[in-house]
Every structure is written in C-alpha cells, then in structure tokens.
C-alpha cells in the first residue's frame, strides 16, 4: 500500500488529485489546469464571436468561466484535455455507444468519477483495484467481484462515470502489484470522519483528564482531613488529659492544704526524702502489727481524764513514723500514683 501515489483532498483541487491519483505521480498542478482551462475559454469565446460579438448569446458566454472557479474545481473538459497529453481518452460508462460493447469492468484499467463537482478515480494496479478517493484517508482494496457492484452503486446515487481509455504511464505501484497481492484489514475512513473522531477523542482524554485530576485532588484532600481529625482527637484528647490531670492536682492540693493546717497545728512539720507507694505501705502494715502486738501484752488502762485530749490513730502515727515522712508526704506520694495511672490509660487510648 506504500507504494501506491495517494493525494488527499486540498480545498477544492478534487480534479488535480484525480488526475495525479490516475497518473499515479504529481503530474498536474493548479496553475497548469487554470492555464488548460483558459485555452478552452478562448477557444469557445471565438467560436461564440463568429454569430456575433453582439448576439445574446456571445453576451452570456462573457459571464464567469464554466471551466473553472475561484475554489478550484475544473470542468470534464479541463480534464479530458489534460490526459489528451497523454493519449489517453475518456468514454462515458452508461453510454448507449459503451454499452453495446458489453465489457466487463474488469477488464478495463480505470475509471474516472463524478458528481456534485467532486472527482475522484477508481484504477487497477497490479491485479488488484483501488478506490483512491482523495476523501479518503488511504487506498481502499476494492475486490474483482465487489467492483461492477460499486460502479453500479456509484450510478445509483447519481455518479457519473467515465472509462479511461489509452495506456496509462509506467508506475512503482502497478510494477510491485504485478509480483505480489496485497490484504487489507481495516478500510479507510472519510478524511471528515477521521478528524471528527480524532477531536472526539481529544475530547474524551481531556475529561478523562479532568476526572482523574479532580479524584486526585479529593483523595489527597481526603487524606489531608483524616489526617487533620486525627491530630485534632489526639490533640483533644491531650487537652482533655491535661485538664483532668490539673483538676487532680487542684483537688489534692486543697486537701493538702486543709490536712496540713489541721496537723500542723499539734505536728510539728518534718523534711525527709519521699516514700515510694510500696514502702509507705510496708511501713503501715509494720505499725498496724506493732499495734496489735502492744493490745495483745498490755492489759487495759486507766480511764483517761475527761478533760485530756484522747491521742488518735494520726498523731501516733506521725509519732511512729518521726522524721521519715509527713502526712504531706504521703499525699504527695498517692498524687504521684494517680498521675502515672492517668498516663498510661492515655497512652493506651493512643495507641488503640
């Protein structure tokens, strides 16, 4: 298929690329069919003056060419008198004179088609025959039992058709197809069509676009706020700690301050070093035993006086204990007790 010449349409040139597409080569240009076009103008102008430069009909002749227009397109006359250069002849196919020939479209060489102003050539290279339609993106394969049904086809919707007659130039194309037979998998599409799906799917990869660019940025926006809800129910659950933990500190403080002013006023108040938990316990379970051990040996005494102030469980207590630590201590002790419990419950809460 490489090998084959294929012009695509450009503007209006429709007979320049059906010409060039017979000839299989870049033989004809705008400017050589305009100067063609011009000759058969001066031609027929001459033969309108001999009735009369000033007959009705030389005054019509006089309008705008009929060879030819400001967009390109050219007459079946500019074109016959174009492949006349190359001895070659066009007969029209649905011609009574044709016709009665009874040749089978096979065994011609080529074709030339129009209709509406558009032309294009359907031609046989090698063994096989081509649709090279310059609207087409490529040469369509067109097979021998498919072609008398395409020209029919082409007459049906208002073709006219015309049979090329003559030796056609050498070509690459017609050489190579002489040796070889080729297979096409997919037929060319309408140069329209091509580009109306090429802007479609321009279209739809720049939606694509858009959707996977606005899904990016709500995934990343996501991730952003479950990012920042976490931090905010970490950081509350801090300031929540934070607050009980200073309302325990208040709290105990109080009560440190109401018990201190209780006790200082018959202990007097010790420094020592601070007591873990375990060994104010050891202590207490020590005088507790003590007690009971003094209950036991020592009968029961005297009544004490009304008037004497009964000792209580504390103050022997401080008496026991001396200089080892003070009730301060103590509740300073079960502060810090409460403090590490409160930590490592919210340690474990962050974690989970």
Request: net charge negative.
């Amino acid at each position: 298929m490489e090998s084959i010449f294929h012009e695509k349409q450009e503007g209006s040139l429709c007979a320049q690329h059906c010409l060039n597409n017979l000839l299989q080569g870049e033989y004809f240009s705008p400017v050589e069919l305009s100067s063609i076009a011009h000759q058969l103008d001066e031609e027929e102008r001459m033969r309108m003056a001999e009735g009369g430069v000033t007959s009705e009909d030389y005054r019509t002749f006089l309008q705008p060419s009929g060879n030819m227009d400001d967009s390109g397109f050219f007459s079946i006359q500019v074109i016959s008198n174009a492949l006349k250069v190359w001895g070659l002849e066009l007969i029209l196919f649905n011609s009574p004179e044709y016709q009665r020939l009874r040749i089978d479209p096979i065994n011609e060489r080529s074709f030339i088609c129009n209709y509406k102003e558009h032309w294009f050539t359907v031609r046989k290279l090698g063994k096989q025959w081509f649709n090279l339609n310059s609207l087409l993106t490529g040469p369509e394969l067109i097979s021998d039992t498919y072609l008398a049904l395409f020209l029919a086809q082409l007459q049906q919707e208002g073709y006219s058709i015309f049979v090329v007659k003559g030796d056609l130039p050498d070509c690459e194309a017609d050489q190579l197809l002489q040796m070889i037979r080729v297979q096409q998998m997919q037929r060319p599409k309408l140069i329209g069509e091509e580009l109306a799906q090429l802007k479609e799917q321009r279209v739809q990869k720049t939606d694509l676009e858009r959707v996977l660019e606005a899904n990016d940025g709500s995934g990343m926006l996501d991730e952003d706020e479950e990012d920042l809800q976490r931090a905010l129910a970490l950081s509350r659950q801090e300031i929540d700690m934070e607050d009980e933990e200073a309302d325990l500190r208040r709290a105990i403080q109080l009560s440190m301050q109401g018990t201190s002013r209780n006790i200082s006023q018959d202990i007097p108040q010790t420094s020592g070093t601070h007591l873990t938990s375990e060994e104010l316990r050891k202590r207490r379970e020590a005088y507790f035993e003590k007690q009971q051990q003094q209950q036991q040996q020592d009968p029961p005494g005297p009544l004490t006086h009304p008037c004497e102030k009964p000792t209580t469980s504390s103050e022997a207590l401080s008496s026991e204990l001396g200089d080892a630590m003070s009730e301060e201590d103590m509740l300073q002790a079960a502060v810090t007790m409460s403090l590490e419990t409160v930590r490592n419950n919210f340690k474990t809460e962050g974690k989970k």
